[in-house]
């Protein structure tokens, strides 16, 4: 009995101990990690919207994405691009005052809009951004024909400007089932037919993967089958806009993928709303999960 009791000690001994050394290796390993500065693949070229992370300063987010790796903030008005510049970093989508219902479809916005954005096309292409945002605007009763029609029109003299300047103009698709009730550009084919329609290579389209997989799903279809027009990508968790863990449905390692696949050297714009009290964290999450 007391060697049978000895050799039981002795044996729980031995595994309190290895319990102890594989949590002690665990620790270390995991702060090792965490401390580790990380060297993004960076196969695609990330950015984040400024809007997400508005309650910090911008010098703070910007040498949070300097350190990471990433290569840009974007949606900044002009006074906010030296800030980014200045720390190695660019703006991948320029942006102004620009209301997102009052927009190119409605003729009766020509003249504000005509008058708005000269002045931020040469000051982008100045300071050597790639892209300026645009939007259709509200239907408020238009169909989506004249709609299309007013804004071919309106945004001719500013397409040609942009095709001087070597500046692309993007429209970007929100969904109306949700944030945008009654915008126009919601879907896919519109704006690809848009697109086609001014036949231009500076006229493309802001693809938001968050606001299209609401509208119509089918993400990587939708990007193989259209990605010649689409300029520019947006992220977001769906449901709820928020982190793009695993608590929702798009797996983006498989989207971001695809849209390498299509030859593709631009940006993707994180744009989720960190739900999380460490919203720094949060995009180095959302950043190591789509550096595929």
């Given at each position: 009995?007391?060697r049978r009791?000895?050799?039981r000690?002795l ?7 290895a319990?102890?050394?594989t949590?002690?290796?665990?620790n270390?390993?995991e ?18 919207c ?5 309650d910090?300063?911008?010098e ?5 994405c300097?350190?990471?790796g990433?290569?840009s903030?974007e ?8 800030i980014?510049?200045?720390?190695g970093?660019t ?11 009052e927009?190119f ?6 003249a504000?809009?005509?008058?708005f ?5 040469r000051?982008?292409?100045a300071a050597?951004l ?11 009763g238009i169909?989506?024909?004249?709609g299309?029609e ?9 397409v ?11 429209m ?11 915008y ?6 519109w704006t690809v ?6 036949g231009?290579?500076?006229m493309?389209i ?7 997989q609401?509208?119509e ?12 027009y689409?300029?520019h990508y ?10 793009i863990?695993?608590t929702?449905?798009?797996y983006?390692p498989a989207i971001v ?7 593709y050297?631009?940006?993707l714009?994180q ?6 009290a460490?919203?720094?964290?949060s ?7 789509c550096d595929?």
């Open positions: 009995m007391k009791t000895a050799l000690n044996a729980l001994t031995a595994a309190g101990t319990t102890l050394a949590a002690c290796l665990s270390t390993t702060n090792k990690v965490e401390n580790t500065p990380v060297k993004l693949k960076a196969n695609i070229k990330q950015s984040v400024r809007w997400c992370f508005e910090m300063p911008l703070e987010l910007a040498d949070f300097k350190d990471l990433m290569f903030i949606l900044l008005k002009e006074k906010e691009w030296k980014v510049q200045d720390r970093l703006c991948a989508v320029a942006t102004g005052d620009i209301s997102l219902t927009g479809n409605d003729i009766k916005n020509h504000k809009l005509q008058a954005y000269p002045d931020l096309i000051k982008a292409a050597g790639p892209n300026v945002i645009c939007f259709s605007g509200n239907r408020n169909s989506d024909a004249d299309m007013n804004c071919a029109v309106g945004l001719d003299p500013l040609k400007l942009a095709e001087k300047e070597g500046i692309t103009l993007i970007e698709v929100f969904n109306s089932k949700i944030n945008h009730p009654d126009m550009a919601d879907s896919t084919k037919d848009l697109c086609k329609k001014m231009s290579a500076r493309k802001l693809y938001d993967i968050y606001h299209m609401i509208m799903g089918d993400i990587i279809r939708t990007i193989q089958d259209n990605h010649e689409f300029a947006h992220t977001a968790g769906v449901p709820g806009r928020n982190e863990d695993d929702q449905e798009l983006y993928k695809a849209i390498l696949a299509t030859g050297t631009g940006y714009g744009e989720f709303m960190p739900k999380k460490d919203k720094l964290g995009l180095r999450e959302s950043v190591l999960l595929v």
